[in-house]
């Protein structure tokens, strides 16, 4: 099983700032099978990236994903008030896990 | 609007059962593969049970393996869970999620959730 590894675990920002997210893979991770969900309070997930840099249908650009292999990123490049949430990445090319979050606080 | 709606979560005692619904509208259900997946409470993601859109194939996560049944009726746009020898370790929020993609998939569409609650 690939097991996911997110951090840091929470990260302290402020609006506007820029936020890197990152998910680390114990094995590759093949084709970019790679997926990020963000996720608020009483909400449901939300599919923001798919195949590790795909925004999905009506997501902001100021979201992105990057890489291969074992270690991929969540970008937000300026956050909003409503990107403070927690974030999963999730791998589907070897069944399918899910990393253990990264919450994204106001600082 | 691409929807899904769960239902059928409770409170039940340990060793108990329970089926999870779940209601598709306006998508073509029967062409997709669905998931189920599951948050215990303050806790992450976890992926119970997949289906291939024609019923197969299907896989279980081995913490609910030979306990929990998924299955479809695709004449009624609609996915199943049923849990059986429930334990405390089964509360969570039960979400359904639509399948896209190569591999296993990712998940583009989710339900708002139900709630199941083991428990004496």
């Known amino acids: 099983e690939i097991v996911l590894t997110q951090s840091p675990g929470t990260l302290s920002l402020s609006p506007g700032e820029r936020a890197t997210l990152s998910c680390r893979a114990s094995q590759s991770v093949s084709s970019s099978f790679l997926a990020w969900y963000q996720q608020k309070p009483g909400q449901a997930p939300r599919l923001l990236i798919s195949?590790?840099?795909s925004r999905a249908t009506g997501i902001p650009d100021r979201f992105s994903g990057s890489g291969s292999g074992t270690d991929f990123a969540l970008t937000i490049s300026r956050l909003e008030p409503e990107d403070f949430a927690v974030y999963y990445c999730q791998q589907y090319g070897s069944s399918l896990t899910f990393g253990g979050g990264t919450k994204v606080e106001i600082k | 609007e691409v929807q899904l709606v769960e239902s059928g979560g409770g409170l039940v005692q340990p060793g108990g059962s329970l089926r999870l619904s779940c209601a598709a509208s306006?998508?073509?259900?029967?062409?997709?593969?669905m998931d189920w997946v599951r948050q215990a409470p303050g806790k992450g993601l976890e992926w119970v049970s997949f289906i291939g859109s024609s019923s197969g194939p299907i896989y279980y996560a081995d913490s609910v393996k030979g306990r929990f049944t998924i299955s479809r009726d695709n004449a009624k746009s609609s996915l199943y869970l049923q849990m059986n020898s429930l334990r405390a370790e089964d509360t969570a929020v039960y979400y359904c999620a639509r399948v896209r993609g190569s591999g296993r998939g990712y998940m583009d569409v989710w339900g708002k959730g139900t709630t199941v609650t083991v428990s004496s």
């Open positions: 306006e998508f073509t259900f029967s062409i997709f593969s």
């Open positions: 195949g590790a840099s």
